[in-house]
């Protein structure tokens, strides 16, 4: 089992920063892969960013340059930068382990324009 919770999402303007965190209740480099995505109303599931256990990073086209993926043992996170109001939706934190998938319950980032 691997519990998963958010954090540091908010409202802020275009153009902003945030800093998303997603803890984990095992250390972070046992487990397979991580990775955060997101929800809009009325819209799927989307991969935004991951990171596989040996390191290496994967990005959404549409965040490339202005979104970063990392970890330490308990964490990861999810800096943002350059905010647009497209960005607005649920962030979730997903972790797989062994062949279960995990999520967080998400937590929202809303840009204003």
């Known amino acids: 089992q691997v519990q998963l919770v958010e954090s540091g999402g908010g409202l802020v303007q275009a153009g902003g920063s945030l800093r998303l965190s997603c803890a984990a209740s095992?250390?972070?480099?046992?487990?397979?892969?991580m990775g955060w995505y997101r929800q809009a109303p009325g819209k799927q599931r989307e991969l935004v960013a991951e990171i596989i256990r040996s390191g290496s990073t994967n990005y959404a086209d549409y965040v490339k340059g202005r979104f970063t993926i990392f970890r330490d043992y308990a964490k990861m996170y999810l800096q943002m930068i350059s905010l647009k109001p497209e960005d607005t939706a649920v962030y979730l934190c997903?972790?797989?382990?062994?062949?279960?998938?995990?999520w967080g319950q998400g937590t929202q980032v809303t840009v204003s324009s």
């Open positions: 095992r250390n972070i480099f046992t487990l397979n892969r």
């Open positions: 997903n972790a797989v382990f062994g062949d279960v998938s995990y």
